[in-house]
């Protein structure tokens, strides 16, 4: 009998053995972080997410018309109001195709040739949720996925959710009040219609971005979608409703991806708090929005930028991902910014890709994670960081971005 107990002990405990063996790989099978070896030496340029973000602003939104842009042209009408601050400042910007629409599905086939024949092959497409409505989804809804070339970009979204103050967007119209008139934070009803709407409209097209069969979503403040869920804990909860919800919908898992606003060195305090929501939350990568450290002059900010992006990679263990800005200026927005918020010094587009191929050595240094670069930005025509050609440096930037990741240009022998 002594030995029937000890069999049947044995075989309890390697069923037990077995079933969490079993469970450990299913984790490990449905996990988003799964790593991507490869040698550098033998990638192409095919294999890089080259990443733009596009900010939607210039069409005519509905609630946007109401609460900023009347006039019907969306953020033209305060980009087109941009004035010269200090000697040589290059204000208004001037596209060189004119202020075209974003919403605009001709305006935006123009956009994916253009981008595709000097190198940039995802589109990341700024998304909002206020006042329990989407906002400015007009330009992805309309223009990118109505674009009959739309299946040739790569494309995903990120949730922009930040606080806007009524004086941020129009300050011709509100003047100095700085009341809040969007918050980001949203109720638990809110967020499933959110995550409904995202995973049926956006994540089952074939070119949305996917790693490992886990659809890609940008966060810009994981702050404030803490602070809708009160907690950490609690906005974990949401964060695995989600991720049920997309495993429903046939993909594999959810990766999600930080995007802060603008990279800045962390205290010991915020890397802490950073690695604790990273864990319970399931963060699987990181990217600035902004590449951080601004200084007038661009040598210098891509520098500090280095630095910031050095000390992330360090304490972190997700992948984060390099982004290089083409500038900074955003005194349409602003009437008391001038000559020391603006770059000025250092700035051209080979400078740009010397920065660019510091991200591009970056990616290729970390055969473990997938090949994001991402650019700041297609379209910031207000913030003064924009691709697309203009009256100033013509295709300047764009060519610089091909002779960096198509031509090699800047490759070491």
């Not at 074939?206 to 890609?216: E, G, L, W």
Request: glycine share 6%; net charge negative.
């Amino acid at each position: 009998m002594r030995e029937n107990k000890v069999s049947k002990s044995v075989v309890t405990s390697n069923k037990f053995t077995i079933q969490f063996v079993c469970c450990l790989l299913v984790l490990l099978c449905c996990s988003c972080n799964s790593p991507h070896q490869k040698d550098p030496s033998s990638r192409t340029k095919q294999d890089y997410y080259v990443a733009a973000f596009i900010w939607p602003s210039c069409h005519d939104d509905s609630l946007a018309h109401v609460h900023l842009w009347s006039e019907g042209n969306g953020e033209w009408e305060v980009i087109q109001k941009g004035n010269s601050r200090f000697e040589g400042h290059y204000q208004p910007k001037q596209p060189l195709w004119g202020y075209e629409h974003d919403d605009d599905p001709k305006v935006v086939e123009r956009w994916i040739d253009t981008a595709l024949k000097y190198g940039v092959n995802t589109f990341i497409y700024d998304w909002y949720w206020f006042m329990d409505y989407p906002y400015l989804e007009g330009a992805l809804n309309n223009g990118f996925l109505k674009a009959s070339n739309n299946e040739k970009m790569n494309f995903y979204i990120m949730w922009a959710n930040h606080v806007v103050e009524k004086n941020y967007w129009n300050y011709h119209r509100y003047g100095d009040d700085r009341s809040v008139l969007f918050d980001p934070k949203v109720n638990w009803e809110q967020f499933k219609t959110i995550v409904d709407r995202v995973i049926n409209q956006y994540f089952k097209r074939p070119n949305y971005v996917k790693i490992d069969n886990c659809p890609v979503f940008g966060i810009f403040s994981i702050k404030q979608f803490i602070q809708s869920f009160n907690s950490i804990d609690e906005a974990a909860k949401a964060m695995d409703y989600f991720r049920e919800e997309v495993v429903k919908a046939g993909f594999k898992g959810l990766h999600i991806q930080e995007n802060k606003g603008g990279g800045s060195f962390l205290t010991e305090e915020q890397i802490a708090y950073a690695q604790e929501y990273v864990e319970k939350l399931g963060v699987n990568s990181m990217a600035f929005y902004n590449m951080g450290g601004f200084n007038c002059d661009y040598m210098k900010h891509g520098k500090f930028a280095l630095d910031i992006r050095k000390q992330y990679d360090e304490v972190f263990s997700i992948p984060v991902f390099p982004t290089v800005s083409i500038g900074w200026d955003d005194t349409p927005r602003f009437p008391n910014k001038g000559a020391k918020d603006v770059t000025r010094f250092n700035h051209s587009p080979q400078v740009f890709a010397t920065f660019l191929q510091a991200a591009k050595e970056y990616a290729d240094s970390h055969p473990e994670q997938p090949p994001f670069i991402m650019i700041n930005a297609w379209n910031e025509w207000v913030e003064g960081s924009y691709l697309l050609p203009d009256r100033k440096y013509g295709f300047g930037f764009l060519e610089a971005v091909s002779d960096v990741i198509q031509k090699g240009k800047y490759d070491k022998e």
